[in-house]
């Protein structure tokens, strides 16, 4: 896998709306402790968990624990993978756009 040797792939981990939203709350925070997290849901506190678990295993959530309570940050670095892979396509669809209108305009003359 990556350099985090991580468990789990990125894109799976990013798959889900409630995990996407749990990566934000924390790009948004330095660091927030489950209860927190768990208020921003219609869910309980083992499903939250659940969630952060899988971003945990794709190396994107740390954890540590502060007396009793757990706190997670947001390691942003594994989603440089995605960002290249749209990149990639992003370059891909201005080429063939650009190419597009190079046929269109020839079309119209």
């Known amino acids: 896998m990556s350099e985090n040797n991580q468990l789990r792939d990125v894109y799976d981990a990013i798959a889900d709306p409630?995990?996407?939203q749990l990566i934000r709350l924390l790009a948004e925070a330095e660091e927030l402790p489950l209860h927190e997290l768990t208020?921003?849901?219609?869910?309980?506190?083992?499903?939250v968990s659940k969630h952060l678990t899988i971003l945990k295993e794709a190396g994107l959530v740390l954890d540590r624990k502060v007396g009793r309570?757990?706190?997670f940050r947001l390691n942003a670095s594994p989603l440089r993978e995605i960002?290249?892979?749209?990149?990639?396509?992003s370059k891909f669809w201005s080429t063939n756009m650009l190419n597009?209108?190079?046929?269109?305009e020839e079309e119209e003359e």
């Not at 208020?39 to 499903?47: L, N, P």
């Open 18 to 20: 409630t995990r996407r």
């Open 39 to 47: 208020a921003q849901f219609q869910m309980g506190r083992t499903a």
């Open 69 to 71: 309570e757990t706190r």
């Open 83 to 89: 960002q290249d892979w749209v990149a990639f396509y």
């Open 100 to 104: 597009l209108n190079k046929l269109l």
